[in-house]
């Protein structure tokens, strides 16, 4: 993983909003009637995690660094204690139970790309028949797309890695913005994507 000043990024992010994608993707479970289990992968501050299992969610929370889990660790509900996991662990080593929700938010990028192809499988194959991945992948076009230790694609790249499964939003986002590090390009692919019920 590149380096970065996370200690900085969670500080900067405290007090933030759920996710969008997390939000989008959670009101497609609830016009189904479901809540299940969720692993988020790259869990940072645990904003995320916290509105998953306030939602009645049991959720696997991993992050490779142990300030983040301690600060999830913090803002667990005590009613929600019993729902919540947490894993200290890269991405690319974690083992994924199977699951109703695989949310990676601006985590997967930061996988290697040696690595990239195996935790993908580990992901579609973490998916329960009807089980959603959401999260997002960066494009070739992005600041950081010269940094070899992060993992980019094409958007040809990016909407094969859906094959087999039912996108049900793919949103490229192409433009200038900023980041924590400063301005930056930001080339990203929003997802949501259902795993087909079995027949």
Do not use: N
């Not at 729902?83 to 690319?92: G, K």
């Not at 400063?182 to 027949?199: D, Y």
């Amino acid at each position: 993983m590149c380096s970065r000043d996370w200690t900085g990024y969670y500080d900067a992010q405290e007090g933030r909003e759920p996710r969008e994608l997390l939000l989008q993707v959670l009101r497609s479970f609830e016009v189904e009637g479901r809540v299940g289990s969720a692993v988020e992968l790259g869990c940072g501050d645990g904003t995320d995690s916290v509105e998953l299992l306030t939602r009645g969610w049991e959720v696997l929370s991993i992050d490779a660094h142990d300030d983040a889990i301690r600060r999830l660790r913090e803002r667990i509900p005590a009613d929600a204690e019993p729902r919540s996991t947490t894993m200290v662990s890269s991405m690319e080593s974690a083992d994924l139970p199977a699951t109703d929700l695989v949310f990676a938010s601006f985590s997967l990028p930061f996988c290697p790309p040696a690595e990239f192809p195996g935790l993908w499988h580990r992901i579609r194959s973490a998916l329960r028949p009807g089980g959603r991945f959401a999260g997002e992948l960066f494009g070739d076009r992005d600041t950081w797309a010269s940094d070899p230790s992060m993992t980019f694609h094409t958007e040809g790249a990016a909407r094969a890695l859906f094959d087999g499964l039912e996108v049900e939003s793919f949103v490229e986002e192409d433009e200038d913005g900023d980041s924590f590090d400063g301005p930056k390009h930001w080339h990203v692919f929003h997802v949501i994507a259902r795993r087909p019920e079995l027949r």
